[in-house]
């Protein structure tokens, strides 16, 4: 099974060789990636190589060059956008967590549980039939299988802490809205300034609301 849209790839590893999927993963500006290996999985990030066992989830930031060797049977490779996922203020937190920005290495993992496996393996045979649905029903079940990852790497390292009474934050729609520009711009503009004058904030402004709804300033979100 392959789903292929301007903000989010599904592909399945099953049946795959290894020389075919080597090199196959090279993430967008505002791509984010997670991987669930089948088995021993061996990652090149950024020059640095990395071994991963199997039955893990791989949580992958934006903006890194990646590469892959992978010999299991199974397993598969989801990319979506921060446009795609980012629906409410909720999302935001999530996606801008420790799960994918918290980690000393690029990337994070969590081992999958034997109820989270068969968890998997229902949502992805329920993907397979909403693909003939309509558009708009496909992408939504997508977002809800990405959440449930996310939500489950969340839990599983113990992360949730910045997750709390979000609604009650001032300032996460303009958050949202800098985070999406991020992803959009970062390669290009990594000053802050850049953004708070398009959001029609200071700067300082701007990295208080940061730090208030994500933990982060500015410029740590930008990098």
């Given at each position: 099974?392959?789903?292929?849209?301007?903000?989010?790839?599904?592909?399945?590893?099953?049946?795959?060789r290894e020389s075919e999927l080597?090199?196959?993963?090279?993430?967008?500006?505002?791509?984010?990636?997670?991987?669930?290996?089948?088995?021993?999985?061996?990652?090149?990030?950024?020059?640095?190589?990395?071994?991963?066992?199997?039955?893990?989830?791989?949580?992958?930031?934006?903006?890194?060059?990646?590469r892959f060797s992978y010999t299991?049977?199974?397993?598969?490779?989801?990319?979506?956008?921060?446009?795609?996922?980012?629906?409410?203020?909720?999302?935001?937190?999530?996606?801008?967590?420790?799960?994918?920005?918290?980690?000393?290495?690029?990337?994070?993992?969590?081992?999958?549980?034997?109820?989270?496996?068969?968890?998997?393996?229902?949502?992805?045979?329920?993907?397979?039939?909403?693909?003939?649905?309509?558009?708009?029903?496909?992408?939504?079940?997508?977002?809800?299988?990405?959440?449930?990852?996310?939500?489950?790497?969340?839990?599983?390292?113990?992360?949730?802490?910045?997750?709390?009474?979000?609604?009650?934050?001032?300032?996460?729609?303009?958050?949202?809205?800098?985070?999406?520009?991020?992803?959009?711009?970062?390669?290009?503009?990594?000053?802050?300034?850049?953004?708070?004058?398009?959001?029609?904030?200071?700067?300082?402004?701007?990295?208080?609301?940061?730090?208030?709804?994500?933990?982060?300033?500015?410029?740590?979100?930008?990098?």
């Amino acid at each position: 099974m392959e789903s292929i849209s301007s903000h989010f790839k599904l592909k399945k590893l099953e049946g795959q060789r290894e020389s075919e999927l080597c090199g196959q993963l090279s993430t967008a500006p505002d791509f984010f990636t997670i991987i669930k290996t089948a088995g021993t999985t061996t990652l090149k990030i950024n020059n640095d190589k990395y071994q991963v066992a199997g039955n893990t989830l791989v949580f992958i930031s934006p903006g890194k060059n990646v590469r892959f060797s992978y010999t299991g049977l199974g397993g598969f490779m989801l990319t979506f956008s921060a446009s795609f996922y980012e629906q409410s203020s909720k999302d935001t937190v999530i996606l801008n967590s420790e799960l994918f920005f918290g980690s000393e290495k690029p990337f994070e993992t969590c081992t999958i549980s034997e109820n989270e496996e068969l968890m998997q393996q229902k949502w992805l045979e329920k993907l397979n039939w909403y693909r003939i649905a309509p558009p708009d029903l496909y992408e939504a079940a997508m977002h809800n299988f990405v959440e449930s990852l996310l939500l489950y790497g969340l839990q599983t390292k113990n992360k949730f802490g910045q997750t709390t009474m979000l609604n009650t934050i001032p300032g996460v729609g303009t958050v949202n809205t800098f985070t999406v520009m991020i992803h959009k711009n970062y390669r290009k503009e990594q000053n802050v300034a850049f953004y708070a004058d398009r959001l029609n904030i200071c700067p300082r402004k701007l990295s208080q609301l940061c730090t208030r709804v994500v933990g982060k300033t500015a410029r740590k979100l930008i990098r």
